[in-house]
């Protein structure tokens, strides 16, 4: 693996480092915005737990617990595909990196399944023909869901996006360096940390 | 490479899952809430350790992971105390909506 160094860095290390800063900054600043949502989440639980409970029920615990594992199973090939980035085995790098790809859209997919029946079901405030809501607080329970939901959703969008691109530019003669596809991959797994948080208190609050 | 360690970590991560899952058919009330919660911080530890490979990082980019979880903590901190400390009041009705 070789790196080039770029002013006014005085050794790779040190770039590197630097690099690796600049992402672990972004994605604290990601952990804020997320946070402040789950503690949304957490204050209503508090409040209203029998309406928490009982509209945590309704979601898909199927299509939840799956999602996770799908999520889980795609950090596991970026990481091992950083891995083959920076020991040089770009091809293994580049299927790697694109199965975790389309196992971001599988989630997605589910994600979306998931809405429909919702909508279906009248679980989604303001929108569609049916509402069933028995309290405020069932209400108040999926504008959380979606809002959580749909922002994490948005950003296993870009993920998606960041990791077909670095798979495509790995075929050719000008990969990305190992410490772009390791800020890509830790942008990933952030993605995949918010959803390990989100699953529990939106599906098994029961 | 060192595949070895992180397929033992999906695996490890993957049975927390599961245990997560199970444990909320429990009948055990709101401890049922601590556990998941204890379970998915443990998963956030591993993918932080081995995925993102905070074990080999510099002492300064495991500086910034750990300002993000003060941070979060002062945040729930303070949420926790402005509603728990909420004391019955003329002028602030909580559940003015009902």
Same mark, same amino acid.
């Given at each position: 693996?070789?790196?080039?160094?770029?002013?006014?860095f005085?050794d790779?290390?040190?770039?590197r480092e630097?690099d690796r800063f600049?992402?672990v900054?972004?994605?604290a600043?990601?952990?804020m915005l997320?946070?402040a949502?789950?503690?949304?989440?957490? $204050?209503?639980?508090t409040?209203?737990?029998a309406?928490?409970? *009982?509209?945590?029920?309704?979601?898909? %615990?199927?299509?939840g617990s799956?999602?996770?594992?799908?999520?889980?199973?795609s950090?596991?090939?970026?990481?091992?595909?950083?891995?083959a980035?920076?020991?040089?085995r770009?091809?293994? *790098?580049?299927?790697?990196?694109?199965?975790?790809a389309? %196992?971001?859209?599988?989630?997605? $997919?589910?994600?979306?399944?998931?809405?429909? #029946?919702?909508?279906?079901?009248?679980l989604?405030?303001?929108?569609g023909p049916? #509402?069933?809501?028995?309290?405020?607080?069932?209400?108040?329970f999926?504008?959380?869901?979606?809002? *959580?939901?749909?922002?994490h959703a948005?950003?296993v969008?870009?993920?998606v996006?960041?990791?077909?691109?670095?798979?495509?530019? %790995?075929?050719g003669?000008d990969?990305?360096?190992?410490?772009?596809?390791?800020?890509?991959?830790?942008y990933?797994? %952030?993605?995949?940390?918010?959803?390990?948080?989100?699953f529990?208190?939106?599906?098994?609050?029961? | 490479? /060192?595949? =070895?360690r +992180?397929?033992?970590? !999906?695996?490890a991560?993957?049975?927390?899952? &599961?245990?997560?899952?199970?444990? &909320?058919?429990?009948?055990? =009330?709101e !401890?049922r809430? @601590?556990?998941n919660?204890?379970?998915?911080?443990?998963?956030?530890? +591993?993918?932080? !350790?081995?995925?993102?490979?905070? /074990?080999?990082?510099a002492?300064?980019?495991?500086?910034a992971?750990? @300002?993000?979880?003060?941070?979060?903590l @002062?945040? =729930?901190?303070?949420?926790?105390?402005?509603? =728990?400390?909420?004391?019955? &009041?003329p002028?602030?009705?909580?559940?003015?909506?009902?």
């Amino acid at each position: 693996m070789t790196l080039a160094r770029h002013e006014p860095f005085p050794d790779i290390a040190r770039q590197r480092e630097a690099d690796r800063f600049g992402m672990v900054v972004f994605l604290a600043s990601e952990a804020m915005l997320f946070g402040a949502v789950v503690m949304g989440l957490f $204050a209503l639980r508090t409040f209203e737990p029998a309406a928490f409970a *009982a509209t945590s029920q309704r979601l898909n %615990l199927v299509a939840g617990s799956v999602n996770t594992a799908v999520l889980l199973t795609s950090s596991l090939l970026v990481a091992i595909g950083a891995e083959a980035r920076a020991g040089d085995r770009l091809r293994l *790098a580049k299927w790697m990196l694109a199965a975790a790809a389309l %196992l971001g859209l599988a989630f997605l $997919a589910i994600k979306g399944s998931e809405y429909l #029946q919702e909508y279906g079901e009248g679980l989604m405030p303001g929108v569609g023909p049916k #509402q069933d809501f028995a309290t405020p607080a069932a209400r108040m329970f999926m504008d959380g869901y979606f809002v *959580a939901t749909g922002l994490h959703a948005l950003h296993v969008t870009i993920g998606v996006a960041l990791l077909a691109g670095c798979a495509w530019r %790995l075929r050719g003669d000008d990969p990305p360096s190992v410490v772009g596809i390791g800020n890509v991959g830790l942008y990933w797994h %952030l993605v995949d940390i918010v959803w390990v948080f989100l699953f529990p208190i939106l599906y098994l609050s029961r | 490479m /060192r595949v =070895g360690r +992180l397929v033992f970590t !999906w695996a490890a991560l993957l049975m927390l899952l &599961s245990l997560t899952i199970a444990s &909320s058919f429990l009948p055990i =009330g709101e !401890w049922r809430q @601590v556990i998941n919660f204890a379970i998915a911080i443990a998963k956030a530890a +591993l993918i932080l !350790w081995i995925f993102m490979q905070m /074990r080999e990082e510099a002492a300064l980019v495991r500086l910034a992971v750990v @300002v993000a979880a003060v941070l979060l903590l @002062v945040l =729930g901190s303070l949420l926790a105390a402005d509603y =728990g400390l909420r004391s019955p &009041s003329p002028y602030v009705r909580i559940d003015a909506a009902r």
